[in-house]
């Protein structure tokens, strides 16, 4: 598995592109530069064939709808999140964009925890809200990698002040990365990537499960 990495929008959230066979591709969120995304693609000789959603943020959908349309991918989201994916208030698009808000047409959504294959590859989805009612992360274990949208990053969490938003959910939702056995790399949905043991360690919103 090849993943490269795209910041995009005007918030520069983390794009995960993942080659999941010769030639063939699956995208974690999609900030925006659609454009930008597509001549990626063109450069690479890549077809996307899905788009995996972590949240329903304006920050990291905010170019799904364009590239969908282009390329024809499937879009899947958290049921939980599927309304922000037309709201331009729910998805905070109109507290926070610069952009008009750009809503999606067509999806797919998951319920709970399940598995979305493509390729050679299986992204098991694990509900994690806190973030947002239906934030996700997507992880491969074949390749021990977590695509953890805005519920985990490098010795941080996402907000949880927002509409959607829980601390206490949160909490539950760290603990159960925590629990996952062995170490895993993180792509997270903002700034730099990181390690599941690193977090395990350094970061400070789970010290409380380090006993």
Aim: proline share 4%; net charge negative; charged share 25%.
């Amino acid at each position: 598995m090849r993943v490269h990495k795209l910041q995009l929008g005007e918030l520069r959230a983390n794009c995960y592109i993942v080659e999941t066979a010769p030639n063939r591709c699956v995208a974690v969120d999609i900030g925006g530069d659609s454009r930008l995304f597509l001549e990626f693609l063109k450069m690479h000789n890549l077809k996307l064939t899905k788009i995996l959603l972590t949240h329903g943020h304006f920050d990291h959908i905010g170019g799904c709808e364009e590239v969908r349309q282009a390329t024809g991918a499937e879009v899947y989201v958290h049921e939980d999140d599927a309304p922000m994916l037309t709201s331009e208030s729910l998805s905070l698009a109109s507290n926070m964009a610069y952009h008009p808000f750009n809503p999606l047409t067509d999806w797919t959504v998951v319920k709970g925890d399940c598995y979305i294959n493509d390729g050679d590859c299986t992204f098991r989805v694990l509900h994690t809200p806190g973030h947002s009612h239906g934030s996700v992360c997507y992880i491969c274990e074949n390749e021990n990698i977590i695509f953890s949208g805005d519920t985990l990053f490098c010795c941080s969490v996402g907000r949880t002040d927002f509409y959607g938003s829980s601390p206490e959910r949160m909490e539950v939702s760290l603990k159960k990365l925590y629990d996952l056995e062995g170490d895993y790399k993180v792509f997270p949905g903002h700034n730099e990537s990181t390690t599941l043991e690193y977090e395990r360690n350094s970061n400070p919103f789970m010290k409380q499960f380090r006993g």
